[in-house]
DNA sequence: AAGAAACTGGACCGTGGTCCGGTTAGAGTG
DNA sequence: CACTCTAACCGGACCACGGTCCAGTTTCTT
């Protein structure tokens, strides 16, 4: 099981990753053929490493069991290095999940509809919730792990890629809306803590969840479904 | 400067706060007359001495500063006490934001309209948004510093009493809908941390937020501003 | 072969959180 | 009021984890 890499090369140190001002072109693709942009020998392999032990806790122990030391040792490797490879938790967690994600991307980006291009936007959101949705569903415990704190929620390139995409269909539905603001409202509905709160502490079914957005989104559309 | 404490009595010691599982009723009046429900003497004047502490803290050097450690050292007290009487640190500082919060929730349980009753539900909303939006912007060092990591951020008991008032006016509104997940999806829109990562990482100006928000209602009730 | 750049690993630090032996407030009793 | 008894409280030693640093090593280039 081979893994994409999100991080770029790494100067010296106390460079993890930056914010990304303005993610407003789309990646895929920027780094898929390549899976290791232009790492060392001896570095590629241990990040490999790294990462398959990293799995290996998630699908033994959990996700909590991901402690940073545990997969150092696991891949037989200094700590040090898990830090330089990923610069902090969250880097790792993400870059589990970022072939998951990458697919994700590749399908609302250009599968086929409804998610995909080809669609009408209306029909296309509501796809998108759907399956942002299901996605969340699995991998719960890993998306809520991989959460960094308060400031930085909001800057994760993964989550302003698909917010993007949502405002972007938000503009050919709305145009008249301030469809940037608008899809920070929407996305804080597919949140994945929301959703475990809702689904694990609250009991409410997905379904319901599925149902809400698809009303969601035929209001913000101007269509409201019963009134 | 005297501050209303949210912890009821704490028995042994491993308990700190439950969650609160369905906080159906409104707070405010409970522990309210009573600042302290039945703590020893000698407890209560260290439970002073921390808020104390912790207020001069979050001033002379911001919220980054209020450190469990540092709190017990600038009270002269053991750090056990801080997590005995706290919790945890989310505890500490959600009892340090615990004054306005009560003030808040009084001003739009009973106080005057358009916050309070008396004004239509179209019209609490709204207010109730704009009154959220200068709050947080106050304090965001502080809200921000309250908010526990991914799990645990909607068991807060303040934003369930926020949320519940939200999804009271909703279902006043529009009571064909899901009020309920409805409500979770406007609070999105008021978390300080989206405010935080809104106003301070990309400049968008406060009314920015605060038009999203009244246009947001507008959609939501069923009246497209302008379409 | 040799030098430079990149990588490695583990010692080190600060912080949140736990534990438990010792202390004290304050109620009950005479 | 003095004494005693107990539950509650206190404090700081202790642990685990995230994150940093840097001296020593390895890879790649020329």
Redo the contacts between chains.
């Keep these: 099981m081979l893994y994409a890499g999100l991080m770029s090369a790494i100067p010296p140190f106390p460079t993890p990753q930056e914010?990304v001002d303005h993610p407003e072109l789309l990646q895929l693709g920027s780094a898929m053929a390549a899976d290791e942009p232009c790492l060392r020998a001896d570095a590629a392999r241990n990040r490999a490493r790294l990462l398959e032990a990293a799995a290996r806790l998630v699908a033994e122990r959990g996700a909590d069991a991901v402690t940073m030391e545990a997969v150092a040792a696991a891949a037989s490797v200094g700590k040090g290095t898990v830090f330089r490879r990923f610069g902090d938790r969250t880097g790792l967690l993400t870059a589990l999940l970022d072939h998951s994600e990458k697919k994700f991307q590749a399908a609302f980006l250009a599968g086929p509809p409804p998610l995909g291009p080809g669609a009408p936007p209306v029909e296309r959101l509501r796809a998108f919730g759907r399956a942002m949705l299901r996605r969340s569903a699995d991998e719960l415990d890993l998306q809520?792990?991989a959460?960094p704190?308060?400031?930085r929620?909001?800057?994760i390139p993964a989550r302003s890629v698909l917010r993007h995409h949502v405002a972007v269909l938000l503009r050919q539905i709305?145009p008249?809306?301030?469809c940037e603001?608008?899809s920070?409202?929407?996305m804080?509905?597919l949140?994945?803590?929301?959703i475990?709160?809702?689904t694990s502490?609250r009991g409410?079914p997905l379904a319901?969840?599925e149902?809400?957005w698809i009303?969601?989104v035929d209001?913000?559309a101007?269509a409201?479904p019963?009134?």
């Design positions: 914010p809520l792990a959460e704190c308060a400031p929620r909001f800057t709305v008249e809306a301030d603001l608008l920070y409202t929407l804080g509905q949140d994945p803590a929301l475990h709160h809702l502490q409410i319901r969840l149902d809400a009303a969601l209001r913000v101007g409201p019963a009134g």
